[in-house]
């Protein structure tokens, strides 16, 4: 049985103070499970990144609690709080944040080197991360040399290659084309294979919704549903009253509803 | 390279406009810094050159004698006094002063006579005639650099000090005097004409002790004998006139606030700019922070930025350096390098990059991982 990698309870985030504070999440609650993939979808302002940075240790929620891997991180400091994110989260974001004066090789290192591994075994498994995504013939290139789509696979080359329990993705296709989007899920969903390893998925892309075991919706800092994966348009826009802001779309390139069946219901 | 090496390398080269600021102002930073403590170096070493090269072991001078330069006067009886002293092997007088030499083409010029017997301070770096020139009577030894001042042109020339006659019997070089005035050397005797001090006056006594003699009971009964004079060694006679010339007159605070404002221009010049690298660089130190690097990776990475501008600026900064030590080796002050000196400025350079460093790390201490989503 599948472990949870990461777990949310009751999370409430109050961000700024006094006039100006807003309450991004209240009272949210989310459980990643290993060997799935999640997608956490919402229009902008709702919470999805501010959840995303909660569970990724990033911040630290006004109250709740949040676990990974069942150690309960409440309170710890930044130092703290770095190295859960170094054991156990890989990020992949929507720019990507590659290092451009790095070539790509050198970009996965990183995730290596600020954990201490370093020399020709580290090195060996940065091409080997670079071979798994599809660029071990760009291993020299620079971002400046590489499409939008190699960037972003390179980028989760540089999430996966220190073996994290959580693959954290915020808006990974945001800035990508349909090709390039699919081929960025397909890896995110193989990673997600492996029973030992979530993936959680922040985005407003309809068209990845295939490739998900369940759909979170998020608005208003709350939960207000949850659906199997692989659900397509219709389905999103009857739990979702704001679709048609989502400016959502349902290509038909992604493997539709085969990764069903493995949800876990804990909103 | 190490990956924390290639990145501060590549954020440093990135913006090379930036990088070449950053280089000018280390460089100008060292190479005022460079001048500054050379000149006080020099300084130092002329005004204690005549005591480090006047062979003895304890010097007698007139009480409170502030520096080699001081004009008063002690009795020349305090040489058979001396030599009484058990362990005392020779006692050489010595006699110092300003006098006016007579240019050849009208007019005078001052100069600092300094008079002693052969065991006393002779001149050295000859590099022209002979000093002690017996068939010259009225022979003294000049410094070549001195040649268009004194109005001479070499070995053989004369003139007049106090109506008497000057002969020039000897050649040195490098003998020069940081207050600009030429230095003469004669005898004893000469000298104290050309001063116009009475014989039985001396300025110095110069002690040479026996073999296995200890100093410090030589010196304590040097005192029980002697009235009214100090007995120092020369250690202490030199730290004494240094103290008078460089802290005394202010001339070496001058040299040294001159280096402190160079060091403390070139600091924030420094931190400015690796201030504002940082800054264009928040977004990746924020990526390096979320991927889970500790704040020590991050202020390695622009620990090593400061560094290496250290090192390249230093590098430059040593090349003017060594051009300027060239160029002012010849003049009345010349700026001096020592492998010391060198040493400390680029000890001094990795200083004054890593404090500047602090603004940058302070900035990114402070940074929110969580930006990278905002971006």
């Not at chain 1, 899920?185 to 193989?190: C, F, G, N, P, R």
């Not at chain 1, 369940?214 to 704001?242: K, Q």
Request: hydrophobic fraction near 45%; charge should be positive.
């Amino acid at each position: 049985m599948n472990e949870a990698v990461i777990e949310g309870i009751d999370i409430v985030k109050k961000l700024g103070s006094g006039a100006g504070q807003v309450v991004a999440l209240r009272g949210v609650s989310l459980t990643l499970m290993g060997g799935e993939l999640t997608l956490l979808m919402g229009p902008s302002g709702s919470g999805k990144t501010t959840l995303l940075s909660v569970l990724g240790c990033m911040l630290t929620p006004t109250s709740g609690v949040v676990r990974i891997r069942g150690r309960k991180v409440n309170g710890a400091g930044p130092g703290t709080l770095a190295r859960l994110r170094r054991d156990h989260v890989g990020f992949v974001f929507q720019s990507y944040h590659l290092f451009p004066t790095l070539s790509a090789l050198d970009n996965v290192r990183l995730a290596l080197d600020v954990r201490g591994e370093r020399g020709s075994a580290a090195i060996g498994r940065c091409r080997h991360v670079l071979d798994v995504v599809g660029l071990s013939d760009k291993r020299n290139s620079f971002p400046r040399e590489l499409s939008g789509g190699e960037q972003q696979r390179v980028a989760i080359a540089r999430a996966i290659v220190a073996n994290p329990s959580a693959i954290l993705a915020d808006e990974p296709t945001g800035a990508l084309d349909s090709a390039n989007g699919q081929a960025v899920m397909s890896i995110l969903a193989d990673i997600a294979r492996d029973p030992a390893r979530g993936v959680l998925v922040v985005t407003h892309d309809t068209r990845i919704v295939p490739y998900a075991n369940r759909v979170i919706l998020i608005e208003d800092g709350r939960i207000i549903g949850e659906e199997p994966g692989g659900a397509g348009r219709r389905e999103i826009r009857t739990l979702y009253p704001r679709a048609a802001a989502l400016q959502l779309t349902n290509e038909s390139g992604g493997p539709e509803g085969r990764r069903s069946g493995t949800s876990r219901r804990n909103v | 390279m190490s990956l924390i090496a290639k990145l501060a390398s590549r954020n440093l080269f990135q913006d090379r406009l930036r990088f070449i600021a950053t280089i000018i102002g280390i460089v100008f930073s060292i190479v005022l810094v460079t001048i500054q403590l050379g000149l006080f170096l020099s300084f130092e070493r002329m005004v204690s050159t005549m005591i480090d090269h006047a062979p003895a072991d304890l010097w007698v001078t007139s009480l409170g004698t502030k520096c080699f330069e001081d004009p008063s006067l002690i009795d020349k009886k305090v040489e058979t006094k001396a030599l009484s002293v058990p362990g005392v092997a020779n006692a050489v007088p010595m006699v110092v002063g300003f006098a006016e030499w007579s240019l050849p083409k009208g007019g005078v010029t001052p100069v600092f006579v300094i008079g002693s017997g052969t065991d006393g301070l002779r001149p050295w770096n000859i590099i022209d005639g002979r000093p002690d020139d017996r068939d010259k009577s009225y022979s003294v030894t000049v410094d070549r650099t001195y040649f268009s001042r004194l109005g001479i042109s070499g070995v053989g020339d004369g003139t007049n000090i106090r109506d008497l006659r000057v002969d020039v019997a000897a050649v040195t070089n490098g003998i020069r005097s940081f207050t600009t005035t030429p230095f003469v050397f004669t005898n004893l005797e000469r000298a104290q004409t050309y001063i116009g001090t009475s014989s039985n006056k001396i300025s110095y006594l110069l002690v040479h002790l026996e073999p296995g003699a200890n100093i410090a009971t030589v010196r304590k009964d040097l005192a029980a004998k002697l009235d009214k004079v100090d007995i120092m060694t020369p250690t202490e006679f030199r730290n004494r006139s240094r103290d008078f010339w460089l802290f005394g007159t202010g001339a070496g605070a001058a040299l040294f606030g001159g280096a402190l404002l160079g060091a403390i221009v070139g600091t924030v010049i420094i931190a400015q700019t690796l201030y504002s690298s940082t800054k264009d660089h928040l977004t990746e130190f924020a990526t390096l922070r979320a991927i889970g690097s500790s704040s020590f990776y991050i202020h390695k990475v622009i620990i090593c930025q400061a560094l290496l501008s250290a090192v390249i600026g230093f590098s430059l900064a040593a090349l003017i350096d060594y051009a300027v030590v060239s160029f002012t080796a010849e003049s009345a002050l010349p700026v001096v390098m020592t492998p010391p000196l060198t040493a400390g400025l680029f000890l001094l350079t990795v200083l004054m990059c890593i404090a500047s460093a602090l603004t940058a790390i302070v900035q990114v201490t402070r940074i929110d991982p969580a930006r990278v989503f905002k971006i």
